[in-house]
């Protein structure tokens, strides 16, 4: 039986974002869903790398946290953006969450994005004096820009490392994102890869790994 399927909708300033996520802890799972995915499409296109490092922010009072509001600074192939987003609710690979993302140009390192974030008096109400970071998650992924009959699709192959608390946990998953077109061909081609590379959905994010780490810090 086939996983059951489900989209992301994460509300952003350009539009409304829909994602799929499966979980790639098992055996090859990364060779086993390329191919179905070189299957459904009929050909892999070039892959893209991207080197990700997501610093997570709150104040000392857990602003942020105790409102389940997640405030990150991202480096993505040496630039910066900043990222403001509800709590992610995760059920048989859909994800929803709130979320608005902010440019820091200009920056070469993490304290001047940070010092360029915090030169905003606030950010939806929200205090951005004070931040430190809580925990890190570090992502080597691979992309795949494939189209599958009216939907253009972004796959991404995630090797991620959380760092919190003074503890890291590796982990890999698998999302796929409609770019454009169809939603219905979208929903079809996540069917599709699911029976092939019999992947199950992911029951987790990647933020709330992290929170588990920290809360097992003594």
């Not at 299957?39 to 893209?48: C, D, S, V």
């Not at 820009?145 to 003074?166: F, H, P, S």
């Not at 994102?177 to 029976?195: P, R, T, W």
Request: hydrophobic fraction near 40%.
């Amino acid at each position: 039986m086939a996983p059951k399927r489900g989209f992301c909708y994460t509300l952003i300033m350009q539009g409304i974002e829909k994602e799929f996520k499966w979980n790639a802890t098992a055996r090859g799972a990364f060779k086993r869903f390329e191919q179905a995915l070189q299957k459904a499409t009929g050909a892999l296109p070039q892959e893209e790398r991207l080197l990700i490092t997501d610093r997570y922010l709150d104040d000392a009072t857990q602003t942020f946290s105790k409102q389940k509001i997640a405030l990150r600074i991202r480096c993505q192939n040496g630039r910066f953006e900043a990222t403001l987003k509800t709590k992610t609710a995760l059920q048989n690979g859909l994800a929803c969450r709130q979320e608005e993302t902010r440019p820091l140009a200009g920056c070469l390192h993490f304290p001047a994005a940070l010092k360029q974030l915090q030169a905003m008096p606030c950010w939806q109400g929200l205090p951005l004096a004070h931040l430190t970071v809580r925990f890190v998650i570090k992502n080597n992924r691979k992309t795949y820009l494939v189209t599958y009959r009216r939907a253009v699709c972004e796959a991404a192959l995630d090797r991620y490392t959380i760092y919190a608390a003074g503890r890291r946990q590796t982990k890999r998953e698998i999302e796929l994102e409609l770019k454009s077109g169809s939603e219905k061909d979208f929903a079809s081609l996540v069917q599709l890869l699911s029976v092939q590379s019999a992947l199950l959905a992911c029951t987790k994010s990647k933020v709330a790994s992290a929170e588990e780490l920290l809360k097992k810090q003594i």
